[in-house]
C-alpha cells in the first residue's frame, strides 16, 4: 500500500488510474482489454448488485438467464442493430484445441469448426427475442419483466478500468408489453429507478434526459439515459433505459392474440447499468488521498484502529472494543477492528483513507482512561474526541452525514458547472477552460451535431426531461431551436 | 400448463426431460447446448446462491471476478490440465464482423484475426494463478481465499437440460496457501460445506468420499466429492472440492517468501457446484405429479387460492386473507396469493403442485363461514382442514416438517439402495436389476477401474471419507483389496 498517489489537479486520468490499482479495486489482466475486479472492488460491486435487484424485484421484475453465445445470424436481424455491434464482436468459430502433430503444442482444431459462428453477447435484445417468441402467443402472457445479470464482450481497442473494458458486467432488462404506452412508461420507471439509485446510494447526482437520434442504442426508438458530471468537468452515461418500439418484434417475428382476437406485434424494451458505475463512483467523490466512498455501498463503514504498546494494552483495547462491535453489527453496521500488529497504527489509517472507508475509530491508551475514542469521517478528514456512551449514537449520525454531505458537494460543483451560452465562441471557451455541461440552442439535425463533436469533442450529451421551451437559435448554424440541449465532453 | 407428464417408471429420463421444460425452470436456446433458465428456474438458483453464497463468506472467503476469457497459451501451462479439457473449448479466433463485399451478409472480418486464439473459460485455474503471481509476494499475503460466481462452456457433444449444457452458471472457489496442511484442510472444509448445503438446504443426503486417480479433476492430486442418488438408482456428482498441490504455482511460477526468509512453491486448491445442482434437486424429490421442492429452496413456500363465485365472494376472501399474508411475510415466509380471475380453481392446483409449492391453502364460502382453511403438503399430498388462529402455526410446522420428511425419505431410499456385493456375477446382477451404490471391493488399478467401466458402464463414484479397513479381493481381478469403495452408473 503506497500513497504516492497522483494528484487530481497534475493529471486527473492518472490520477483514476492509478486509485483504482492502489484502493484494490481492479487491475488489468493477461487479457488484452479484460480486467480483474479484485475482492474489495467486488464488494462495492456487491452492494450495488443488492439494491437495484431490490428495486427492479419490487417493481415486479424477475431474474432469468440466457445463453452467452448469439448465433451470428440472430445479431443480423434487425438492421441497425447489427451495424451498431458488429465492428466490436469477439466470434467464436472453433470448439476444439488438439495437440499439434509436429509436437510443437496445442493448436486449434481444424476439424472443429463451427457451422455458424457465435457471437459472444454484446448485449441480448437478438437471443432473448428469439425465446420470447415461443413464450408470447395471447396478451395474457403480457407484460414480461425480465432482468438478467450477466458478462457481456465489446471489443474495445482503448480500454480504461471499469469506464470502458473488452468485458463487462452489467444487468440487462428486457421487457415485453401489449401496448406502446406502457412500454413507454416502463422505459421512463427504470430511467427513474437508475436516477434513484444513482442519487440515494452512489450519492451521485445525475440529470435525466433523452439521448439524440445520433446517440440512441442500435434498434432504439427513444434512448432515455441519466448523465453524471465528473470532478474533471466531463459527463459520464451512468445508465440507459430503451424504448425499442416494435423493432425486435417484427425481426423476430414476436405477434400476440389481442383482447379483441387481432394479430399484434409485442412492443419492447431494454435497460442496464454495469460496472461501469464503478468509475463513476470513483471520480464523483475521490480525492488526493485516496477512495471516498458513500456509507451505502462502503464495504467497511467503520474501521476500529487500536494504538497501543504490547499485548496486555491490546488485549485491555480488545476487551472494550468487543462489544461495541456487537452493537454496531447487531444495527447493520459493516465494522472492522483491525488488529494487525505487523502494520503501525500511521499506515493502517493510510490504508483506510486509501480505501475510502466512511469513518475511523482510534482508541489509544490516554482514550482508555478517559472512556473516548477518536473520530475521522473521511470526506471532510476531521476528526473529533467522543465519549464511549455517545459513540453509537454518533457513527449512526456520521453514516447519515456523509452520505448527505458528499452528495451535496457533487450535486454543488454539478451545479456550478452547468453554463448557459448563446454562441460558438462562448460554447469553446467555456469547454476548453470551465468545462461541465453547456446548455445550449441546437437546430435538431445530426450533421450539426457531428460537426461540433468533431470540432470541440463535445457530444450532445441529453435533452433534459425537464427541459424548458425556449426560443432561441443554433450556436453553429443560427438556425432556429425550441429548446436547449446539454453538451460535454464525455467518458 | 399441461399435466400430461411422462411417469417416472415409464420413461425416467423423458419424465425428467418433461418436468423441466413444463414446470418453467428452463429450456433448450437456439444456441446448441446452451440453456435459457427461466424466471421460476433462476429464482431457485438464486436462493442456491444466496445460502452458498453466506457459508463461503462466514468461512472468511471473498467474491472476485477473473476474465471470460483465456489466452490459449496459458491453458497450456499446466499439462494434465489442458488435457482434460482441450476436447471441448468454444475458441474465440475474431473480434470483428463487417459486410460482405458482394452484399451478401454479415461476415467475419477475415483481417481481425487475434494474435493468439482465447478460449471461453472451460474453469478458472490458470487465469486465477496468473494473476495471484502478482498478488503474493510473502507468508503475509497468504491465505487468499476467494470465490467467483461466473458461467463457464464446455462443448459438450451431447446436452440435457441443468444435467450436461454447454454453458453453465456455477462457483469457483480457489485459494492459495503457505502450507500443504492448510490447503488440504480448505478442499476438506469445502467438501464440507457442499455436503451441508446438499443435505440441510436441498434436503439431498450426499456420500462424502475422495474420487480416484482416473476420476480427479485435471490437475489436481486429489478430488473430494459429494455425491447424491437419484430415484433411478444412478449417481449423480453434486460438488467437488480439489487439493491441486503445487501444480498450478510451479506452472505459473507463484512462489512466496516464507517467515523462514525461504522461497517456496504456494499451495492450492478449487472447488465448485453448478446449475447441475438444479437437476439434482429435480432427481431427487420429485414425483409423477411434477416438482416436489424443499421449502428452503422453494420460490414461493405457501400459495392460497380462493374459490368463489363472482365479486363479493372474491372481495370477502381477499379481505380475510390480507393480515394472513401480511403476518407470513413479516416472518420471512414467502407467499403468492393467486387471485386471478383468469383460471379455475383445479387448474392452478395442478400448476402449483406442477410447481412444487410445498403448501397449498385453499378458502372457499363454507371456510368463510367456519373460519377455517384446507391446507396441502406437497410432499405428501395429505390435505387437512385447519381453524384460522392455527394456520400461521401449522404453516410454520409443515415448512420445518417437509424439509426433515423429503430428506428423510431421499435418505430412506438411499441406504436401501447401497448393496455390499463379494464378487463381479453379484456385482452386474446388482447394477442391472436394483441400481444405487454397490460397495465392492477393487485392487487399486486404473486398468481394472476401466475394464469394469466398459463393460458394465459403471465406475467408481468415491472412496468414501469414512470407509472401514476391511481386507478383501478384488471383484474382477481377485487380487487383495483393503477397502471398498462405491459404484454406481452415474450423470
Ligand atoms: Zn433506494
Ligand atoms: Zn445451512
Redesign the pocket.
Known amino acids: 500500500m503506497s500513497k504516492n498517489l497522483t494528484k487530481r489537479s497534475e493529471d486527473y486520468s492518472k490520477w483514476y488510474n492509478e486509485l483504482v490499482v492502489k484502493a484494490d479495486l481492479a487491475e488489468n489482466s493477461g487479457v488484452r482489454g479484460c480486467m480483474v475486479i479484485k475482492p474489495y472492488g467486488y464488494a462495492i460491486w456487491e452492494k450495488m448488485q443488492a439494491?437495484l435487484d431490490t428495486?427492479f424485484k419490487e417493481t415486479g421484475h424477475e431474474n432469468a438467464y440466457f445463453p452467452l453465445f448469439i448465433p451470428k445470424s440472430y445479431l443480423s436481424k434487425e438492421a441497425s442493430h447489427v451495424e451498431g455491434f458488429a465492428k466490436e464482436c469477439a466470434v467464436v468459430t472453433h470448439y476444439r484445441l488438439k495437440m499439434a502433430e509436429d509436437g510443437s503444442g496445442i493448436i486449434v482444431d481444424p476439424d472443429a469448426k463451427l457451422e455458424e459462428e457465435l457471437i459472444v453477447r454484446p448485449t441480448s435484445e437478438t437471443i432473448i427475442w428469439d425465446t420470447y417468441r415461443k413464450w408470447i402467443q395471447s396478451y395474457r402472457d403480457l407484460p414480461i419483466l425480465i432482468n438478467q445479470w450477466a458478462n457481456v464482450v465489446r471489443w474495445e481497442m482503448r480500454t480504461r478500468l471499469f469506464l470502458r473494458t473488452a468485458e463487462f458486467l452489467w444487468q440487462e432488462g428486457h421487457t415485453a408489453h401489449a401496448t406502446k404506452n406502457e412500454a413507454v412508461a416502463e422505459a421512463e420507471q427504470m430511467m427513474n429507478i437508475y436516477a434513484?439509485?444513482a442519487e440515494?446510494?452512489m450519492a451521485v447526482p445525475v440529470i435525466k434526459g433523452l439521448k439524440t437520434e445520433t446517440e440512441r442504442f442500435a434498434g432504439a426508438i427513444e434512448t432515455y439515459c441519466i448523465e453524471a458530471l465528473m470532478q474533471d468537468g466531463k459527463a459520464l452515461q451512468a445508465g440507459t433505459s430503451h424504448f425499442l418500439g416494435q423493432n425486435f418484434a417484427k425481426a423476430f417475428d414476436v405477434k400476440f392474440t389481442s383482447k379483441e382476437g387481432k394479430q399484434e406485434l409485442v412492443w419492447a424494451t431494454s435497460w442496464g447499468v454495469s460496472t461501469r458505475l464503478m468509475g463513476a463512483l470513483v471520480m464523483t467523490h475521490s480525492d488526493d488521498k485516496g477512495l471516498v466512498l458513500p456509507p451505502k455501498l462502503a464495504p467497511i463503514q467503520v474501521v476500529i484502529v487500536p494504538i497501543y504498546k504490547g499485548d496486555d494494552q491490546l488485549d485491555a483495547i480488545s476487551e472494550r472494543i468487543a462489544p461495541l462491535v456487537k452493537e454496531l453489527r447487531a444495527k447493520g453496521v459493516s465494522v472492522k477492528y483491525d488488529n494487525r500488529d505487523t502494520y503501525k497504527p500511521g499506515f493502517k489509517f493510510a490504508e483506510y483513507e486509501l480505501k475510502g472507508v466512511p469513518i475511523r475509530l482510534a482508541i489509544g491508551q490516554r482514550d482508555m482512561d478517559n472512556g473516548t475514542f477518536e473520530v475521522a469521517r473521511r470526506d471532510t478528514l476531521e476528526k473529533e474526541t467522543v465519549q464511549a456512551d455517545e459513540i453509537v449514537a454518533k457513527i449512526e449520525f456520521l453514516l447519515e452525514d456523509i452520505q448527505k454531505n458528499i452528495f451535496k458537494k457533487a450535486l454543488d460543483y454539478r451545479e456550478n458547472h452547468i453554463t448557459e451560452v448563446e454562441n460558438y465562441d462562448e460554447f469553446k471557451e467555456i469547454l476548453e477552460n470551465k468545462g461541465g455541461f453547456i446548455s445550449a440552442h441546437w437546430d435538431g439535425t445530426p450533421e450539426t451535431e457531428e460537426r461540433i463533436k468533431n470540432e470541440t469533442k463535445a457530444t450532445i450529451r441529453c435533452i433534459p426531461i425537464d427541459v424548458k421551451p425556449e426560443n432561441g437559435v443554433c450556436i453553429l448554424t443560427g438556425k432556429p431551436s425550441k429548446n436547449r440541449v446539454l453538451f460535454a465532453k464525455a467518458y
Do not use: G, I, L, S
Open positions: 439494491a428495486m434513484e439509485f440515494n446510494h
